[in-house]
């Protein structure tokens, strides 16, 4: 364990890629050893950014919603660990919130994934995430998710729990339908 806390400091004081970070940086994650579910998302937005806890947005309301847990369960680091694929706020563009920088993926994610021993499900959320941890390239969201069953009960793609996926979610009604009562149901088997 104290290797771990030694590595959480060190990210936690990383200014790697603060020349490019609009707001500085302030790498938001949460992580222990213990966790046995795996969160993957994208960058902190500006809320995340301004008060230092992940997910605390309406995203993260969402993806509770979806997850079947109160706040509490989901900040309990020894349930779940919050690792995006960058650390800090990466500004803004037009259709939203910058790419994640590839900075934190580069330098951080294989020492903060070989922490997590007890991982029993891996939640990704949007592009980045998926890109990651299911390869293949760019492979559409939609189309990731659609077949989220080849690497279920391990492993999880999910879109992007951002209001700004309203039009997707309405667009699938599927989604809702089947895989969040499977997703509900994992959750609850694990944390229990």
Not at 40 to 69: C, K, M, Y
Request: hydrophobic residues 40%.
């Amino acid at each position: 364990m104290s290797s771990c806390k030694q590595l959480l400091a060190d990210v936690r004081a990383c200014t790697l890629c603060e020349p490019e970070l609009p707001l500085g940086a302030r790498p938001v994650i949460q992580l222990h050893p213990a966790a046995r579910i795996l969160v993957v998302g994208q960058a902190p937005g500006r809320r995340v950014h301004d008060t230092g806890i992940p997910f605390n947005d309406p995203s993260g309301d969402r993806l509770r919603e979806w997850l079947g847990v109160d706040r509490a369960a989901f900040y309990n680091e020894q349930l779940f660990a919050l690792l995006p694929m960058g650390f800090c706020y990466p500004g803004s563009g037009k259709g939203g919130d910058l790419p994640p920088r590839p900075e934190c993926a580069a330098t951080w994610r294989a020492p903060l994934l070989a922490q997590l021993q007890r991982v029993q499900l891996t939640l990704v959320l949007g592009q980045y995430a998926q890109a990651w941890h299911l390869g293949g390239g760019q492979i559409p969201v939609t189309q990731r998710v659609l077949a989220w069953r080849q690497s279920w009960p391990e492993l999880l793609p999910l879109p992007h729990p951002s209001p700004r996926n309203n039009r997707w979610l309405r667009n699938n009604p599927w989604f809702a339908a089947e895989l969040l009562p499977a997703l509900r149901a994992r959750v609850a088997e694990i944390v229990i």
